[in-house]
């Protein structure tokens, strides 16, 4: 029923935590080497982690994988990416992915940006 009740960018957030949930359950090494490894990427550092989650936006669109360019929209909004900044790393990404990546931009990234920001938030 709650379900129901999600928009899609939070179907799709909910979907892989499930997916990672399960993975996790059969493989809990793999899952927790993994886990340990990104939360080390993602530290502050002489980066900061708006600017990791802005890198991994752009990576995520040209390598074309719909659940990380949701995930990483969603981390460049909870790290307080403007559109503005998040469309800037959309245009780096379709520099080097050409046409598909800046398609990708110009709907699913987008569309999870207003998504993470309407009122369900």
Do not use: R
């Not at 991994?56 to 994988?65: E, F």
């Not at 469309?87 to 999870?112: I, N, R």
């Amino acid at each position: 029923m709650q379900e129901q009740q999600m928009n899609w960018t939070q179907t799709y957030l909910h979907d892989y935590k499930e997916g990672m949930g399960d993975f996790t359950e059969k493989m809990p090494e793999v899952a927790h080497q993994f886990s340990e490894f990104t939360e080390a990427c993602f530290k502050e550092g002489e980066l900061s982690k708006k600017q990791k989650q802005l890198m991994a936006l752009g990576i995520s669109i040209v390598a074309q994988d719909e659940y990380c360019m949701i995930y990483h929209t969603k981390g460049c909004v909870d790290q307080g990416a403007t559109e503005k900044e998040i469309l800037e790393a959309c245009g780096v990404a379709a520099a080097f992915g050409g046409g598909a990546a800046l398609s990708q931009a110009v709907t699913l990234v987008q569309d999870a940006y207003m998504d993470l920001n309407s009122s369900v938030n």
